[in-house]
């Protein structure tokens, strides 16, 4: 009985970038780059084209800082003002991939240069970098290549990386200054408590009378400091690991941290509607690149940012899927409040549901702008009077015996 073998497909090798001088037949001398697995395959194509090589080197690239999402939006704004400029993809590519500051953009950018040139789409050659190019962005990258309005939708997509770029800059300012005092105050309360504390103790035990209960409290305190320091520290940083990598990998911690961070007292309003503007931002630009509804939803949920936003969008997905239109859905979703959904009426209604959805994103980015504005002005008299009572109550302890002391001596 004859069996079925398997045909393995050789895989591919991998390409280096390669630079080459060489004379061509008229003996005039050119220059080019070249995509290859090795210095010998360059020897040859060249050869084949009549050119006599007298160099070839590597192309090396710096390794270079991570690359942002604050990295991707420049590249998308610059490619998108080259294209409506008429700069050739390809050229525009190579001065932004050269250009770059990042010598890990420059070399992604030339990678995807290289791919397009040996006969990938645009979109296909930025899915090879999930990291960094999202669904969302090849998505609307490929409606644009194939209606033929790359240029266009290259500018509407870089004007919604920018918008939200603005709105996280703006809650992690928000959110940057409480941290960052909450860090400050530990780590000077700690340093109080095993440097300074510890020699008002050998004063203190050199009176030989006995100490008041807030001295004596924030002394054992010290001492546990001092003995368990390092452990105190090592248990806090491994919490704040664990819970990250937790929030991470684990779906059912991922929806309860973003259902309590909607609720809140006051930083819930302002995560609300800033998921809010993402979501109708991100639907806004998908519907308006001409992607249909259903599909532009398999993107909107997820860049909301909020776990619980993203289940949302699914069951409304569902729902237009079968035939419900995006008031319904949204409403039955209960994550919308009244105007949201009032304007979205409107939008499906007049035939603009994008120009609705663009204008609830600015209101609510607005107010969200507002909110973390009060927020701040608020924030600054509740950490100082924190502060004060932390370190305050710790000057007072220690300095409680001195007083009773100067008292009797009086």
């Not at 005092?181 to 530990?186: K, L, R, V």
């Not at 002394?219 to 991470?248: K, N, P």
């Not at 909301?304 to 949302?312: D, M």
């Not at 608020?378 to 932390?390: D, H, K, S, T, Y």
Request: one cysteine or more.
């Amino acid at each position: 009985m004859a069996t079925a073998k398997t045909v393995r497909k050789p895989a591919l090798a991998k390409e280096y970038t390669f630079l080459w001088e060489g004379k061509n037949q008229g003996g005039k001398e050119i220059r080019g780059e070249m995509r290859a697995p090795g210095e010998s395959v360059v020897h040859a194509t060249l050869r084949r084209q009549g050119i006599r090589v007298t160099k070839v080197s590597k192309q090396r690239f710096a390794a270079g800082r991570k690359i942002t999402d604050k990295d991707i939006t420049l590249f998308t704004r610059q490619l998108a003002t080259m294209m409506k400029a008429g700069v050739p993809l390809l050229q525009a590519f190579d001065i932004v991939g050269r250009g770059h500051a990042n010598p890990a953009v420059g070399k992604m950018l030339l990678d995807i240069k290289s791919d397009v040139e040996t006969g990938s789409s645009l979109s296909q050659a930025f899915r090879k970098h999930p990291l960094h190019f999202d669904a969302l962005y090849c998505n609307l990258v490929a409606a644009g290549e194939q209606a033929g309005i790359l240029e266009t939708l290259l500018d509407r997509l870089a004007t919604y990386k920018e918008k939200m770029q603005a709105l996280k800059s703006k809650i992690k300012s928000a959110l940057f200054y409480p941290m960052a005092i909450i860090i400050m105050a530990f780590v000077i309360t700690a340093v109080i408590m095993i440097f300074v504390i510890p020699a008002f103790k050998e004063v203190f035990r050199s009176f030989g009378a006995d100490l008041p209960t807030p001295t004596i409290v924030v002394i054992a305190m010290s001492d546990f400091f001092v003995e368990h320091w390092w452990l105190i520290f090592a248990s806090i940083g491994g919490t704040i690991y664990a819970a990250l990598q937790a929030y991470r990998r684990s779906e059912g911690i991922r929806a309860v941290c973003d259902r309590y961070a909607l609720r809140l007292p006051v930083f819930g309003d302002v995560i609300r509607k800033s998921t809010v503007a993402r979501w109708t931002r991100t639907l806004a630009t998908m519907f308006a690149a001409g992607v249909p509804l259903v599909e532009s939803l398999d993107s909107v949920g997820g860049a909301s940012g909020n776990y619980i936003y993203k289940l949302g969008t699914r069951e409304i997905q569902g729902e237009v899927a079968t035939g419900t239109n995006l008031t319904t859905a949204m409403q039955n979703s209960k994550l919308f409040d009244n105007m949201v959904i009032q304007m979205v009426a409107i939008g499906e209604e007049s035939g603009a549901l994008d120009a609705m959805l663009e204008k609830v994103a600015g209101f609510l980015e607005a107010e969200v702008d507002d909110a973390v504005e009060a927020l701040s002005s608020l924030m600054e008299p509740i950490i100082m009077a924190v502060l004060g009572v932390l370190i305050g109550g710790l000057v007072i302890a220690m300095y409680l015996p001195i007083f009773k002391l100067g008292a009797v001596v009086g």
